[in-house]
């Protein structure tokens, strides 16, 4: 079972820029998504990128948020620009059961991070 841990989540003021990463404890090509949880709310879709680096992202960071991935390292990133107090949750990441689809549900996902919090402060 591959092991996903996260990192890069911080307190940040509106308008500035996060990285956040998720490193795999074993070779994967499969599909790798991120999500996130604010309080009180499902988590949610966010991004996802697939082995060649097809990606696809919800409405509300398209244009501000950018999935990558360094497959050498075993490792996807999500920068975030822009970042707003509504981007305030916490971000997850996983691992999808498969290679080429860019996939948005979470049930496609199998494997999960513990998570990392980022907030945004106005």
């Known amino acids: 079972q591959v092991q996903l841990v996260e990192s890069g989540g911080r307190l940040v003021q509106a308008g500035g820029s996060l990285r956040l990463s998720c490193a795999a404890s074993?070779?994967?090509?499969?599909?790798m998504g991120w999500f996130r949880q604010a309080p009180g709310k499902e988590r949610e879709f966010v991004a996802a990128?697939?082995?060649?680096?097809?990606?696809v992202y919800t409405d509300s960071v398209k244009g501000r948020f950018t999935i990558s991935r360094d497959n050498a390292k075993n490792t996807v990133y999500l920068q975030m620009n822009s970042l707003t107090p509504e981007d305030t949750a916490v971000y997850y990441c996983?691992?999808?059961?498969?290679?080429?689809?860019?996939?948005?549900?979470?049930?496609?996902?199998?494997?999960w991070g513990q998570g990392t919090q980022v907030t945004v402060s106005s």
């Open positions: 990128i697939n082995w060649s680096g097809k990606s």
């Open positions: 996983a691992k999808a059961t498969g290679v080429i689809d860019v996939v948005r549900g979470r049930e496609e996902y199998d494997a």
């Open positions: 074993g070779l994967t090509f499969n599909t």
